[in-house]
């Protein structure tokens, strides 16, 4: 065998190895990072139920996360329900079904698209927020010198604010329904002429306790998995200023995501007993 064929057989052989390496560090990586969340999804339960009661910081965290979230949630919810219905209408008018989009539209948000949609915002503007918070108080140091002071900070900062963010996601869905069917209500008038009375009777004719209870239920999961994600990220950030951008941006990936997994298992588990 030549010098050459050697040269080009080690250097494959080299390129397997690096790559048969990197795999295995990211695997090793990917199985520790779950291992420190479940770490961390563990202590938070072990604080939530443990004096003292940071009251005056959870309904401040509400106030932030509900309150000042209604209008980004309420315009996208408006937009939903308008721009499903306009789009709903040409294909619905083929069929002779023109009367059956308020129902329609109406199962459709309240099953699937509401919770999901305002999930996803939810997570892009109170992910980041508290990922990035957080991050900003660990690179500063301000965690440390609460710990140093006797102040609980995984209680004040991260209880608080996955509790707030748990409640205050399914009341931001309930408020992003009834917007959106608003917004079909004007989507349906239009090109049409529905009473506001007519409407909403085809809007709760068609909308059974199966549809709402299993879509308010998965929102306080969605809310969980979103404070939870931010508080893990920010709280355990990089020291540097990079370290605050990190924590942001994995805060909203890895949120989104999560709120996509626990809705696909919410859909199985629903379909099961339906």
């Known amino acids: ?3 050459e064929s050697v040269i080009i057989n080690s250097k494959i052989i080299e390129k397997k190895i690096s790559s048969l390496n990197s795999f295995q560090k990211g695997l090793t990586d990917f199985f ?6 479940t770490h961390f999804t563990i202590h938070f339960f072990k604080e ?3 004096p003292p009661y940071e009251w005056q910081e959870f309904f401040k965290q509400s106030f932030l996360i509900g309150y000042k979230s209604m209008p980004l949630v309420g315009i996208t919810g408006f937009i939903m ?3 499903l219905t306009i789009q709903a209408r040409p294909t619905m008018s ?6 059956w989009i308020p129902a329609m539209v109406a199962v459709s948000i309240v099953r699937e698209i509401g919770p999901v949609i305002t999930a996803l915002i939810f997570a892009g503007k109170v992910g980041s927020g508290i990922g990035a918070e957080l991050a900003s108080m660990k690179v500063t140091e301000q965690i440390d010198a609460m710990e140093v ?5 995984f209680n004040y900062l991260v209880v608080t604010r996955i509790a707030a963010a748990t409640v205050m996601l399914p009341l931001l869905v309930i408020t ?13 008038n239009i090109q049409g002429d529905v009473s506001f009375h007519l409407f909403f009777l085809q809007v709760f004719g068609k909308l059974d306790f199966s549809d709402v209870m299993p879509a308010v239920i998965k929102t306080f999961f969605f809310g969980f998995a979103v404070g939870l994600i931010g508080c893990y990220k920010g709280y355990n950030a990089n020291k540097g200023t990079e370290g605050v951008g990190k924590a942001a941006n994995a805060a909203v990936v890895l949120a989104s995501l999560l709120v996509f997994i626990i809705d696909m298992i919410a859909v199985q588990l629903t379909s099961l007993f339906n």
């Open 149 to 153: 002071s006797g102040t609980n900070p």
């Open 32 to 37: 520790e990072e779950v291992s420190a969340l």
């Open 94 to 99: 083929t069929f002779g079904a023109e009367s």
């Open 176 to 188: 992003s329904d009834a917007i959106g069917l608003c917004g079909s209500y004007l989507g349906v």
């Open 81 to 83: 329900g308008l721009v």
């Open 48 to 50: 939530v139920f443990l």
């Open 1 to 3: 065998m030549s010098n």
